[in-house]
């Protein structure tokens, strides 16, 4: 019954005659009786689903029967013992997948049609007066699959019988080819598997005889996203065997090869060439061949018996006169074709089996008054006004695309409205023109994966620095003649005064002046002052005294920086994220004057990603780490590290950007002339430094998609 109800509504989708053949003979009796009525419908858009409320004047008997249609995108819900109390029979509501819906009554009995964009899954349910249908839920499809009940058992049967053989289908996949074509590729257990290849109609069948399929692979693919011919590819058990229809769209040419256990279809598109008799990619002439040999005849009578051998129609044009003479032998009889009308500068345009020959500028001077026909008649074609959810995108971008003035997609006489609050346009123009935005709008208003960029930035140093220096010098008394203080004297030592500076040591009441002959002390490193060792040598009268003084200063260290930054972002937009200081500092005016300016010492990321149909992301990155320097007489300097480059990245995968390492090492001595060289005894006379510092700079970068379009399959 099924069968028979989905054939019949298809010959007649909204005729009077297709709803009537469906009802009972008595129903008319029973529904004035009854007195239900359809007062109410309307629908409600949540997320990506649409939930349509039918109310009815009295509670419904329970879930009505229903059945739905692929082509064109339909499903009819059968009201028993309903008439319909609307005032209309079409109800307008382009909300998600849902364009509008019919109301046909009959005999007391009502038919509710939903006309949809595409085939989607829906889920009927009846509470009191009010029948809910909710497009796009996944949770209840009981509905509409429960005819196919009882094919369970037997399809269950054969897929067992084909196991036994032990040949499966271990995966299907889709994918893109650089020309645009569309390629399944199936994995089969067993590279023998026998496998029918056909094309019926507008799809292509592939059988794989004696195999079974997983229930994990029994699903419908849409592919429409990907850009190629294919559309949809459905796979099935079909009793022993598995089947799977590939629908293409437009012109296409298909074929098939296979490597070990790898099958594979592929669907190019082509494009029409009126011009030629055999559309497709092959170069050359396809023709049966045949030979002809002709002495002034005429070229109608020539084009006639081509069209005998070929079994075309073909029309001549009145304007078409002369003669030929040729004589061709085993040629493809197009080639000879293409040969006569070259020679008498004429063309011909293919429809179906029907072939248009004419002289070049009548066909070109036709075509032009056929062009200026469909302009003026889309010039008086009246104009519809139809509204349309944006779910994904802004209105007003939209709108912009919609009558941009070098690409216009709205006639001349169209025009489009945008709603802020409901995020709506509304536009007016030909039934033509607003198909085209439905189909953009069904490209272009789909949700963004979302990308995750986290780059490391990880700074390691490793620095040495060593520092040995002297002092010596002798020591006299400065106040005259030396006065024995007894036990309580005391002795300090002064500290130097640079080079050629002086320690000074006081006896009692006495002060003895050393003058520093060698005074290279060691340096400080970090702000840390050097440790020293003293000795001072005097003799019993404390007349004259040696000093000798050395200091040394080491410091070792090690240091690792890791910085971290993480930012989100829409597949091709931009992000940047950074953190820091701004510096200020005073700049000069054209009039003399100052005023503060601001530098930026900052860690920052900038990224564009860009999401490939292999699932890779090629990314625009620029990362920047910058730190305050060294103060200068004109401001703070900027001590800067960055990377700007573009590279391609697999899903979760980590790419090192680029590295800088960098060693100094420095070692310096400054000593007496001459006495610094003197082996052993000239290290008094030397001061010596010595620096080994290392760094390393490395960039990571690690980009994960986040969010995936999910196409609900269609089963």
Avoid at 533 to 558: H, K, P, Q, W, Y
């Amino acid at each position: 019954m099924r069968i028979s109800m989905k054939t019949l509504w298809s010959a007649a989708a909204f005729g009077w005659f297709a709803a009537v053949a469906l009802l009972p003979s008595g129903a008319s009796a029973q529904a004035a009786a009854a007195g239900n009525s359809i007062e109410r419908i309307d629908a409600t858009q949540t997320g990506t689903s649409v939930v349509l409320t039918i109310q009815l004047k009295d509670a419904a008997p329970g879930v009505p029967p229903s059945f739905s249609v692929a082509n064109p995108a339909r499903i009819a819900i059968d009201l028993p013992q309903t008439i319909n109390n609307l005032g209309k029979n079409l109800v307008e509501i382009n909300q998600g997948d849902l364009r509008s819906v019919n109301v046909v009554q009959a005999q007391g009995r009502s038919r509710v049609v939903l006309n949809l964009r595409r085939q989607v899954t829906y889920a009927i349910t009846a509470d009191g007066n009010t029948i809910q249908v909710a497009l796009g839920a996944s949770a209840d499809t009981t509905t509409f699959r429960a005819a196919e009940a009882p094919a369970a058992a037997p399809a269950a049967a054969a897929t067992t019988a084909a196991a036994e053989t032990g040949r499966t289908l271990r995966g299907i996949d889709f994918r893109r080819g650089a020309e645009g074509e569309g390629r399944v590729v199936v994995d089969l257990s067993d590279p023998n598997t026998s496998v029918d290849i056909r094309q019926q109609g507008q799809t292509v069948v592939v059988d794989f005889l004696n195999t079974s399929l997983p229930e994990a692979l029994r699903r419908r693919l849409d592919v429409t996203d990907f850009g190629t011919p294919v559309a949809q590819v459905n796979t099935f058990q079909q009793g022993g065997n598995v089947r799977m229809v590939i629908e293409p769209r437009g012109l296409w040419e298909q074929n098939a090869y296979q490597s070990d256990t790898r099958f594979v279809v592929e669907v190019k598109p082509v494009k029409e060439d009126p011009s030629r008799l055999f559309q497709g990619t092959r170069q050359g002439y396809q023709g049966e061949r045949l030979s002809l040999n002709f002495q002034n005849v005429d070229v109608r009578s020539l084009l006639q018996v081509i069209a005998d051998f070929t079994n075309l129609n073909i029309i001549t044009s009145d304007s078409v006169q002369g003669s030929i003479t040729l004589r061709l032998k085993d040629v493809p009889w197009d080639q000879a074709l293409d040969i006569i009308l070259q020679s008498k500068g004429l063309d011909m345009r293919k429809n179906g089996n029907v072939i248009i020959v004419a002289p070049r500028d009548e066909l070109a001077t036709k075509e032009k008054l056929e062009l200026e026909a469909r302009n003026q008649i889309a010039d008086l074609e009246p104009l519809r006004t139809e509204n349309f959810v944006v779910n994904y995108q802004k209105a007003d971008d939209v709108r912009k695309l919609l009558v941009d003035e070098k690409q216009r997609l709205l006639s001349k006489r169209g025009s489009v409205v945008v709603d802020p609050r409901t995020n709506q346009l509304f536009v007016q123009d030909t039934a033509a023109r607003l198909e085209e935005v439905r189909r953009l709008l069904g490209r272009i208003d789909i949700p963004v994966p979302q990308v995750l960029i986290e780059a490391r930035i990880v700074e390691a140093d490793d620095k040495f620095s060593q520092n040995l220096g002297v002092r010596f010098g002798f020591a006299r008394i400065t106040n005259g003649e030396w006065v024995n203080a007894g036990a309580g004297s005391t002795f300090t030592t002064g500290t130097g005064t640079g080079a050629g500076g002086t320690n000074t040591i006081t006896i009692g009441n006495r002060t003895v002046t050393n003058p520093n002959f060698v005074n290279l002390p060691a340096g400080t490193i970090g702000g840390f002052q050097p440790g020293t060792f003293g000795l001072t040598l005097f003799n019993s009268s404390v007349t004259r005294l040696v000093n000798l003084e050395i200091s040394a200063l080491e410091a070792d260290g090690r240091g690792k920086i890791v910085s971290s930054p993480r930012v989100i972002t829409a597949d091709k937009v931009k992000a940047i994220i950074e953190q820091g200081t701004e510096i200020p500092y005073q700049q000069a005016t054209s009039s003399g004057a100052t005023s503060i300016s601001f530098r930026k010492a900052v860690l920052k990321l900038e990224v564009t990603p860009q999401i490939t149909p292999e699932g890779a992301i090629f990314l625009d990155v620029k990362v920047n780490k910058d730190s305050r320097g060294q103060d200068t007489a004109s401001g703070p300097a900027i001590d800067t590290k960055n990377v700007q480059t573009q590279v391609l990245v697999e899903n979760g995968g980590t790419v090192v950007l680029g590295g800088i390492y960098e060693q100094i090492e420095r070692s310096t001595v400054t000593k007496v002339p001459l006495l610094g060289d003197i082996p052993v005894l000239g290290t008094l006379f030397k001061n010596r430094q010595r620096v080994n510092d290392r760094t390393e700079l490395m960039i990571f970068i690690t980009p994960r998609v986040v969010s995936e379009r999910v196409t609900a399959a269609v089963r």
